[in-house]
């Protein structure tokens, strides 16, 4: 996903993980320096980050170009 496109809480998503993919849906983005998904997430309005809810449940934290819509 380009860094300039736009998600919004509940579009499904997915990424690459350890060799895998993996799906979940986003439940914000994330436009200033906070703790998430046990980690520092070092996020401004211009570098927005997305904070995830893991199809199993695990909470994730990724850059809006790791991303990937995915079909509901």
């Keep these: ?13 997915s990424w690459r993980s350890h060799g895998g ?3 979940g849906t986003v439940q914000e983005e994330i436009t200033r320096r906070t703790t998430a998904a046990r980690r520092t997430v070092d996020a401004s309005k211009d570098e927005p980050q997305y904070r995830v809810r893991t199809d199993s449940g695990a909470e ?3 850059k809006p ?6 079909p509901r």
């Design 65 to 70: 170009e790791a991303l990937r819509r995915a």
């Design 21 to 23: 993919t993996a799906y």
């Design 1 to 13: 996903m380009h860094k300039d496109e736009k998600l919004h809480k509940g579009d499904r998503v």
């Design 60 to 62: 994730a934290v990724h």
